[in-house]
């Protein structure tokens, strides 16, 4: 059934792009021919088609049966453009008027560019943010007017005062010829396919695709029971591939490795160095921490700030201390007129919260005293790990590996047999990442579609209608996946070796361990080991010790510091309350003294006038 095109393929929706492009090529020639600097005529002549061009594809993308299939920014696009060109080929065709003398009909040609542009740049003011033309557009267009004014200023002012011509009317001008460099043409591909494809015929031979259109869309179109009988071929190789060979040498490998970390065999292999990984590794921690320098080191700041915290604490209890021995010193001196309350009584509550610092300070040192004790018992151990590393091999092995040079220990030897063991399982293991590769690329290049064709072509010989059902098929299906068999029996090998040397390595790691049981160089030497990775963790518990103590010390400075400010603010109250009493029961005792020097009598005082009076003059 025949469908109508959608409105973005209809034939004007079309034909507005074939126009587009058209004006777009030929603008391209205009350009080129400006830039080489070709006759005017000439230039105008390719405006003016250019214009053409755009009117055509603006008539076009307006027609009323595609509407709303060009946004209104692509038709002003279109009407600018088509004006831009009228005028640039009017102007053209007056600059070649210059060189004819005809200095009329150049004015009036001026005066219709002059119009052409300003019709473009009304229609740029009118235009709204969202239907906007491109910048170049725009700036190509203010530059054409540019020109044209200045142009037409200058020819009408040279008519006027010089030429006096009559400038003849618009309709009379000549029609400027249009020159078409350009020319729609569709590609022979689309346009007669069908010689195309039958000089496709060669390409289907070789089996290489067509330049163009590749291979025909068809060509491995085949019945539908080929089709069936390829799935299931398909399906059992893949399930052959999965089931009997992949995952059965996965299997064989997970068991693999969990035999070999169930005996933890790998631990018990030391490395070339003598030494095991794990110590090595200690040891480097332990060398660039400074080993047991830089934990006396850590020890010392640890005490300084042991002493300050101490010494904080006794500057807060001597505080109380003075300020109780004054109060007990006026308190003696004053008796019962000195009525403020006892120093002990106030500051019984500090004394017992200074009492609890020191009971937590003398804590701390006794637990600094017993990590210093557990440092000087570790500290020569600790010190080995700091050797380098060639050092560390030598002042642990070299004594041993001397006694054992004369010949081999049997826990060596059985280590021997060990590690032979493990390269050979390494080595099997290896082989079956090969067979699994082997097998996934055999997979990937089994292809028996052509044996299925031609085996079709062999049922439907004698009736090409005659029905083919997937199960005449199976004979094939069974010789193609016969090429699978070979792979299935290294499997199977595979299987066999590999429990054979488990089984060997089982019972090589059980004599190892017996062996290295009796060995007296071996228990040696795991001792020294042991010894050092201890050392390794005693370090780690003291350091950490170290710094727990420190953090402690700059914790519990800060608690202290705040109870000694406020011993020193209770000291100072206690110091101002006393001053004024004291002040206050020193004026109260001088005027008592007054009293008993100068008595009341007014006679007396009458009577001493004049002797006071006279020997002031006596004096005078």
């Given amino acids: 059934m025949k469908i109508s095109p959608t409105k973005d393929l209809s034939s004007y929706a079309l034909q507005t792009l074939i126009q587009l492009m058209l004006a777009q090529a030929q603008e391209c020639v205009w350009q080129k021919a400006a830039i080489d600097r070709l006759r005017d005529g000439t230039i105008a002549r390719l405006a003016s088609k250019i214009a053409d061009y755009y009117d055509c594809a603006h008539e076009s993308a307006t027609n009323s049966s595609i509407q709303e299939v060009y946004p209104l920014s692509w038709l002003s696009h279109l009407q600018i453009k088509a004006l831009h060109f009228h005028a640039a080929a009017q102007f053209r065709k007056s600059c070649e008027c210059i060189s004819q003398n005809k200095y009329g009909e150049e004015v009036a040609r001026l005066q219709i560019a002059n119009g052409h542009v300003k019709r473009a740049c009304d229609m740029l003011k009118g235009l709204g943010d969202h239907n906007r033309v491109s910048g170049a557009v725009v700036s190509d267009l203010k530059s054409l007017a540019h020109i044209i004014h200045i142009n037409l200023a200058r020819a009408e002012k040279d008519n006027n005062v010089i030429y006096l011509e009559v400038i003849p009317p618009f309709s009379s001008l000549p029609t400027i010829q249009k020159t078409e460099m350009v020319k729609a043409l569709a590609p022979t591909e689309v346009v007669d396919p069908v010689s195309l494809m039958m000089s496709n015929t060669n390409h289907r031979m070789d089996g290489m ?73 200690q040891a480097g921690e332990v060398r660039s921490s400074g080993g ?17 915290n101490l010494e904080i604490l006794e500057e807060a209890f001597n505080a109380l201390d003075d300020e109780h021995e004054t ?37 701390a040192q006794k637990a600094d005293q017993t990590v210093r004790a ?34 081999p220990s049997p826990t060596k030897i059985a280590l021997d047999a060990l590690e032979q063991l493990i390269r050979d399982i390494e080595t099997l293991q290896k082989e079956q990442r090969s067979v699994m590769e082997q097998a996934k690329r055999t997979f990937n290049a089994d292809d028996i579609s052509p044996l299925l064709l031609k085996k079709a072509a062999q049922l439907t010989a004698k009736s090409p209608t005659a029905k083919i059902e997937p199960a005449e098929f199976e004979n094939l299906f069974l010789n193609e996946l016969r090429k699978y068999d070979s792979y299935l029996m290294t ?31 071996t228990s040696k030497l795991d001792k ?14 003291i350091k950490s010790n170290l710094i727990e103590g420190h953090k402690f010390y700059s914790d519990h400075a800060k608690g202290l510091m705040s109870f000694r400010n406020t011993c020193y603010e209770y000291c100072i109250r206690r110091r101002s309350e006393s001053e ?41």
């Fill in 209 to 281: 695709p067509h330049p163009v259109i590749g291979l025909p869309l068809f060509q491995k179109l085949v019945p539908f029971a080929v089709h069936q009988a390829a799935s299931v071929y398909a399906d059992r190789k893949e399930r052959l591939l999965k089931e009997d060979i992949l995952e059965k040498l996965e299997e064989l490998q997970e068991v693999c490795h969990g035999t070999l970390q169930s005996i933890d065999v790998f631990s018990l292999l030391q490395p070339k160095s003598g030494l095991p990984d794990a110590l090595l590794k």
């Fill in 327 to 363: 109060d007990e010193l006026q308190r003696n001196l004053y008796r019962e007129r000195w009525v403020r309350p006892e120093s002990h009584v106030l500051t019984s509550q500090w004394v017992d919260h200074g009492q609890r610092h020191r009971m937590t300070l003398l804590s």
């Fill in 580 to 620: 004024k009493i004291v002040e206050k029961l020193s004026a109260g005792m001088n005027r008592m003294s007054l009293k008993q020097h100068y008595p009341s009598s007014t006679g007396e005082t009458r009577h001493s006038m004049p002797s006071e009076q006279q020997e002031k003059g006596t004096r005078m």
């Fill in 292 to 308: 047991s320098q830089a934990l006396y080191e850590m020890w010392d700041r640890m005490q300084q700030a042991s002493l300050k």
């Fill in 491 to 521: 499997v199977d090998e595979q299987e066999e070796r590999q429990r054979r040397l488990l089984q060997k390595t089982v019972e090589a790691h059980q004599n190892y361990i017996l062996t290295k049981q009796n060995d007296t160089y």
């Fill in 374 to 407: 557990k440092l000087n018992a570790w500290a020569k151990i600790i010190d080995v790990l700091v050797l380098k590393e060639e050092e560390l091999k030598s002042s642990v092995l070299d004594a041993y590996e001397a006694e054992d040079a004369l010949e």
């Fill in 528 to 541: 020294a080991i042991q010894n050092l990775s201890q050392a390794y963790h005693q370090h780690k518990e």
